[in-house]
């Protein structure tokens, strides 16, 4: 099965280097216009999604795979960056950025209600002694950056696995309580786990991420006003405002991302929408597809499915003090 290519005045218009991504590979329409793993996955009730109506594993994946084959044409202890096509760079990124992020193997944008508490932290497994559920933080993969290196690259494979089926594997362990060789069977009770089981690229990234946590990550900060006098976190920033560090050793990197990089969250999109916060009245985003291969099966339970963590400027989102944090407070954005 194959499908149009795309036009030479399209091409032309890019300017640059563009590669087909059902081209570099070559089983992935299949993949996608078959869809039986995609509805299997999307009608277990428990999965976590952005959209209500879209199953967005089956557009997300074609990030990880881009990413994934540039990768693999690069020279280890390259550097690659990926941008989504809403960022901006406002700045020279030699004067700073990379000689910075070349200390980490991965660097990315966090969304975590213990921003406050990452003063001092290095490691995953520092987060989740200041609290548990410090561990259990979503990602923004808008800027995305990787030293490839051994570990990037098992981490790029492990994020393929997810998607050609392990994360199906881990849905069916954690909700419906079937055995699995690719997961230990106490696998769902880690903190991290139960929200981040989705297609969704940045979900899936999360538990790659938290598989190899031996890699050092990166987090970006993005701006210095995370709170208002009244509690309330700050629309502008939010839950991605971590403090820069004081530290060469500490997670967060030492200037703001917006120095060099803008990621606008606007509009009306599936993430545009999850950074308003969820209105329960009305739908997050209509379904902007006439593909009907990627709209969800009958089963699937919206309500329920809607990641309850806070996005970066969710309006609902209030401040508590890490160690403070209960399940409650944390899944403080559920619908």
């Known amino acids: 099965m194959g499908r149009d290519p795309i036009s030479e005045e399209v091409l032309d218009s890019i300017g640059a280097c563009s590669i087909d991504v059902f081209d570099a590979a070559p089983n992935l329409l299949n993949s996608l216009v078959n869809g039986s793993m995609y509805k299997t996955f999307y009608s277990i009730d428990g999965i976590k999604s952005l959209s209500d109506r879209i199953m967005d594993g089956t557009a997300l994946v074609r990030k990880a795979v881009a990413i994934s084959h540039l990768s693999k044409h690069l020279d280890q202890q390259s550097m690659m960056l990926w941008l989504d096509v809403d ?175 803008t990621h606008h969250k606007g509009g009306s999109a599936i993430m545009a929408r999850q950074h308003e916060g969820y209105l329960p009245n009305k739908k997050i985003v209509s379904a902007k597809t006439s593909d009907e291969s990627m709209l969800v099966p009958e089963k699937y339970n919206a309500i329920e499915t809607i990641d309850p963590r806070c996005a970066c400027g969710d309006k609902r989102a209030t401040f508590t003090v890490a160690s403070l944090l209960t399940l409650e407070t944390h899944l403080q954005c559920s619908p």
Not at 169 to 196: H, M, R
Not at 252 to 257: E, N
């Open 87 to 261: 960022v901006t760079v406002s700045k020279s990124l030699y004067s700073g950025f990379l000689s910075e992020i070349r200390t980490r193997d991965i660097s990315y944008i966090p969304e975590t209600d213990c921003f406050e508490s990452t003063i001092g932290v290095r490691t995953l497994d520092d987060l989740e002694e200041v609290n548990p559920y410090c561990s259990d933080f979503r990602i923004d993969t808008g800027v995305f950056a990787f030293r490839l290196n051994p570990g990037t690259s098992a981490l790029l494979t492990r994020v393929l696995e997810l998607y050609d089926g392990r994360m199906l594997e881990l849905a069916q362990l954690c909700f419906q309580g079937i055995p699995t060789f690719s997961f230990p069977a106490d696998y769902c009770s880690k903190p991290w786990v139960l929200n981040s089981i989705g297609l969704n690229d940045i979900h899936v990234f999360a538990i790659a991420i938290h598989e190899l946590k031996q890699l050092r990550s990166g987090w970006f900060p993005l701006h210095d006003t995370p709170v208002h006098d009244d509690g309330r976190i700050s629309k502008r920033g939010g839950m991605c405002s971590v403090p820069p560090s004081r530290n060469q050793l500490d997670i967060t990197v030492p200037f703001f991302l917006t120095r060099y990089i």
